[in-house]
């Protein structure tokens, strides 16, 4: 049985996988003119901040390489100051900064496979 983190990180890379796929091949110009896309990147965006705000402060303190702290933040914005969100930032987040978040989440999961053998 997974214990509660890792089955929350299994999720984001799940959400961070959908992000990035809505975003597809969109430049920021189509983006910013894609209504729908935008709202689901976004709501993608909250999910992210959501299973965060699940995972255990000690954990997020022994992988604080993450900014685990920073996607809750933004993930607060995108949900309760949407109006005033600028789809700019949610644009580079997705396109520039998701990728390697991913890939320090994947590397968390490696390290937690290689520490349960």
């Not at 933040?73 to 580079?92: I, N, S």
Request: aromatic share 6%; net charge negative.
């Amino acid at each position: 049985m997974k214990d509660k983190n890792t089955a929350v990180l299994e999720k984001i890379l799940s959400e961070i996988s959908i992000a990035q796929g809505l975003m597809g091949s969109h430049d920021m110009d189509s983006f910013l003119e894609d209504e729908m896309v935008k709202r689901a990147v976004c709501m993608t965006v909250i999910n992210i901040g959501e299973l965060v705000k699940n995972l255990e402060m000690d954990f997020r303190s022994r992988y604080a390489q993450v900014p685990w702290r920073e996607i809750a933040g933004f993930r607060d914005v995108a949900a309760h100051k949407y109006q005033t969100l600028r789809m700019e930032d949610v644009y580079v987040t997705v396109k520039d900064e998701l990728g390697p978040i991913a890939e320090e989440i994947e590397a968390i999961l490696e390290e937690g496979a290689r520490l349960t053998k």
